[in-house]
């Protein structure tokens, strides 16, 4: 196993290549983005949906786009050339990039994997072999993770840490929610934190210095612009950070996770090379990246309370929890009572009126009574390419649903 500094990112001449801290507003250089430059960028889009669900797949500017192309040709023209002259240099260069951008100490901390679904593998990857090795003892160390985990952050808890003999901690939060300590009660990290938070970067304060975490990891397509798909696993530089490794296998294995990632076998790296791209992107934007957090921060908050008056509910959380999405309570009277007649009455919402949103079934802590208990929330995202129509379209098509006494019910025959 490779334990030496030069290691951590496999390039001997990685200091090299460093740049300076991006900037992350526009200067005078810049053009600063219009509203046809915008609407431009997000033509592919389909016109004909209120697509309010960047949270789930995240969005893709056709300048971005372009540049992927490019990296995609370069590939396909002299594949050789590519590997071995541009590949390397170009990930590097996205690495330290994604490094200044969450405040990471050192470039050797910053991996690319594919999704955070890669870098929760990676880590628990290296949990279950300290189950299997004994650095961990069964029956006595135990993982904690939050009850309403991703699902395939779950997933992979059960099938690396499960089946190492390790024991799983679920913590249950409350829903809706009226502040932070709710959560703070609730739950205390232990002594190792890993914490995955995939829709972070560019749609929420992202520092590592201020999170303090051994392991982070974010997508980089759902809020910040990315093709898919991409994410970035920030590992503090310690001595069991040495000992994480991709779950695939390929030539690189030992030379540390940062190049183990870069290299994966044969395969489309472009998601990877266009970070210079999306930063110059989010820097015609006022304000840069942080910019465009805080519209998206108001304008879903805003949207928020308007359906939320609109159908006499609730946000699912104060104003101050939200990022860029938020929960917003549906009308009782649609009869949601389980998971399968919300995702009934999302494709319902989909296919018959053109409104994309994810919504979610929360059973109340008490028994349901009739009529005035919300057990559906929608939630609802916004982008930089929204506009306040989508709203409009998600809250008249409940409306019509309500005044024409749809439930859920229906949807079932």
């Known amino acids: ?3 030496h500094n030069n290691h951590l990112n496999g390039d001997a001449i990685s200091n090299r290549h460093v740049s300076k ?4 507003a526009p200067t005078a250089a810049v053009a600063v983005i219009t509203e046809d430059d915008l609407h431009s960028e997000f033509s592919h889009h389909d016109p004909a949906v209120a697509r309010i669900n960047n949270g789930s797949f995240g969005c893709c500017p056709a300048s971005v786009i372009a540049a992927q192309r490019r990296w995609q040709l370069l590939n396909l023209r002299q594949p050789d050339h590519f590997y071995f002259n541009e590949l390397k240099k170009g990930i590097l260069h996205s690495r330290t990039i994604i490094k200044d951008l969450v405040n990471a100490e050192h470039v050797d901390e910053i991996s690319i994997v594919d999704n955070a679904t890669t870098a929760a593998a990676v880590v ?3 949990t279950a072999w300290a189950f299997h090795e004994g650095r961990f003892q069964k029956g006595v160390d135990a993982v904690v993770m939050l009850h309403y985990a991703y699902g395939s952050v779950k997933k992979s808890v059960e099938a690396y840490v499960s089946r190492a003999g390790g024991d799983v901690i679920q913590v249950p939060l409350p829903f809706p929610l009226t502040s932070p300590n709710e959560i703070i009660t609730e739950f205390r990290c232990a002594l190792e934190r890993a914490k995955s938070g995939a829709h972070g ?5 992202v520092d590592m210095q201020e999170i303090g975490a051994d392991f982070y990891t974010s997508n980089l397509h759902k809020w910040f612009f990315c093709p898919p798909s991409i994410a970035f696993l920030y590992s503090r530089k310690n001595s069991s950070s040495c ?17 183990e990632s870069a290299w994966i076998g044969n395969r ?4 990877q090379l266009v970070v210079p791209d999306v930063l110059e992107f989010v820097n015609r934007f006022e304000g840069g990246i942080q910019g465009i957090k805080r519209r998206n921060h108001e304008k879903v908050v805003e949207m928020g309370q308007m359906l939320a008056a609109a159908w006499g509910t609730h946000l699912g959380s104060p104003p101050e929890m939200c990022a860029s999405m938020a929960m917003v309570g549906l009308p009782a009277c649609l009869g949601i009572r389980c998971d399968l007649d919300v995702a009934r009455l999302r494709t319902h919402l989909r296919d018959e009126f053109g409104v994309e949103v994810p919504i979610y079934f929360r059973a109340p802590a008490a028994a349901i009574s009739a009529g005035d ?3 559906g929330y929608a939630r609802i995202s916004y982008q930089v390419y929204n506009k306040v129509e989508d709203y409009y ?3 008249d098509a409940v409306d019509q649903l309500v005044n024409s006494g749809f439930t859920c019910a229906q949807l079932s025959t």
């Open 393 to 395: 379209k998600f809250r």
């Open 268 to 271: 489309d790296y472009s998601a």
């Open 124 to 126: 628990l990857q290296q």
């Open 201 to 205: 970067i560019g749609c929420t304060s």
């Open 243 to 259: 000992d994480l490794h991709h779950p695939v296998v390929s030539h690189e294995y030992g030379n540390g996770l940062a190049v």
């Open 21 to 24: 801290k991006p900037k992350l």
């Open 373 to 375: 208990v919300v057990t």
């Open 1 to 3: 196993m490779a334990t």
